[in-house]
C-alpha cells in the first residue's frame, strides 16, 4: 500500500475543501450574518434574540448545497480519479476509503484550529460577529467549537466508508 500518496491526495484534497469552505462561509455572513446562526454558542443566540432570518435560512441552503455539491463531491471524485492513476494496484476500498476519511479529518481539523479557534474565536472579524452581541466572552468558548468538531467526527467515518464502497468498485 502506497500510504504516502493515499495521506497526500487526502490532506491535499481536504485543504482545498478547507479553503473553499471558508471562503463559502465569509460570502454567506457578507450576504446573511444570521445565515449559522444554530452555530454560534447558545448565550450568544439568547443575547441575539432573534430567530434565523429568511434571508439567512435562504443562504444557509445555499451554502449547504455550494459546500457539498460544488466542493465536496467534486473534489472527492477528482481525489478519487487521482489516486486510482496514482496507486500502482489502482484504486480498491481501503485506500479510497482512508483518502476520503482524510479529506473529512482536514476539513475537520482545519475547522476547527483555523476558522473556530483563531479566525472566530480570536481574530473574530466584524462580519462574523452578530449584531448586539459584540463584546461577548462566549466567542472566546474554544471547547464549544471542540465539542461541536467531536460531534461531526463520526461524518468522516461515515464518508470514508461511503466513498470507499462507491469507489471501489469503479476502480
Not at 71 to 76: A, N, R, S, W
Not at 135 to 162: C, N, Q, T, W
Request: with cysteine.
Amino acid at each position: 500500500m502506497q500510504w504516502s500518496l493515499i495521506i497526500k491526495y487526502g490532506v491535499g484534497y481536504g485543504l482545498v475543501l478547507s479553503v473553499l469552505f471558508t471562503a463559502a462561509v465569509f460570502a454567506g455572513a457578507a450576504i446573511s450574518r444570521d445565515f449559522l446562526l444554530n452555530d454560534y454558542p447558545p448565550a450568544i443566540q439568547e443575547r441575539y434574540g432573534k430567530p434565523k432570518s429568511a434571508r439567512g435560512r435562504r443562504v444557509a441552503v445555499l451554502f449547504g448545497v455550494f459546500v457539498w455539491g460544488a466542493c465536496c463531491v467534486p473534489l472527492m471524485v477528482a481525489a478519487m480519479i487521482g489516486l486510482d492513476g496514482a496507486l500502482d494496484d489502482g484504486l480498491a476500498f481501503l485506500p479510497a476509503a482512508v483518502c476520503a476519511a482524510l479529506v473529512f479529518t482536514t476539513l475537520t481539523v482545519y475547522d476547527l484550529v483555523v476558522f473556530d479557534w483563531i479566525i472566530f474565536a480570536g481574530l473574530r472579524p466584524r462580519l462574523l460577529v452578530l449584531p448586539g452581541t459584540e463584546g461577548m466572552r462566549e466567542y472566546r468558548d474554544l471547547r464549544f467549537h471542540l465539542i461541536a468538531a467531536l460531534k461531526g467526527s463520526p461524518l468522516i467515518i461515515f464518508v470514508g466508508l461511503a466513498t470507499g464502497g462507491l469507489a471501489a468498485p469503479f476502480a
